[in-house]
């Protein structure tokens, strides 16, 4: 049996941390489904069409990265795809924190899903999609904190 793992998160947009914690994942799992969770209630900047394409583009030469979307719980996405691991990155004590929370939370709600947490590279600590889009919605050049892959084509 395969050993699948999500990479769950809004990739609004994919920043070059999430791409290196992504790859620096591939050499422990057969497969990682880099998941989009969709939520009715948020406010996304870039379309989900463009989000998964984006991720796509990014990884078109790794055979073992699949891009899907999903609502609701993820651990209950997990069940489906039968992922056994949630990766999560974490650039600080403050994500830490908040992350360790939700595994926690997560391992009460599906004991058979283990979360692994991927410390960011130190060069990409900083990078966060909260920030890109902050910077792109005020017209500075995001293409240092994004993959090369990616042009972001999106008029306000």
Same mark, same amino acid.
């Given at each position: 049996?395969?050993?699948?793992? =999500?990479?769950?998160? #809004? ?44 991720? @796509? ?6 055979? #073992? ?13 997990? @069940? ?6 949630? =990766? @999560? ?12 929370? =939700? ?29 890109? @889009?902050? =910077? ?21």
């Amino acid at each position: 049996m395969d050993k699948i793992a =999500i990479f769950p998160g #809004s990739f609004d947009p994919i920043t070059k941390g999430h791409a290196d914690i992504i790859k620096r994942s591939l050499p422990l799992f057969d497969k990682v489904i880099v998941a989009i969770g969709v939520n009715a209630n948020k406010k996304y900047l870039f379309p989900l069409e463009d989000r998964m394409k984006w991720i @796509r583009q990014t990884f078109k030469s790794e055979e #073992s990265i699949v891009v899907d979307h999903y609502e609701g719980l993820t651990v209950n996405y997990c @069940r489906k795809v039968n992922a056994s691991h949630i =990766i @999560r990155g974490v650039r600080n004590a403050e994500d830490f924190q908040f992350e360790s929370s =939700i595994s926690q939370m997560n391992k009460e709600l599906a004991p058979e899903v283990d979360t692994v947490f991927f410390v960011t590279s130190p060069e990409l600590s900083a990078y966060s999609s909260t920030i890109v @889009r902050d =910077i792109f919605r005020n017209g500075g050049d995001v293409t240092k904190f994004i993959p090369n892959s990616i042009e972001l084509n999106v008029e306000f």
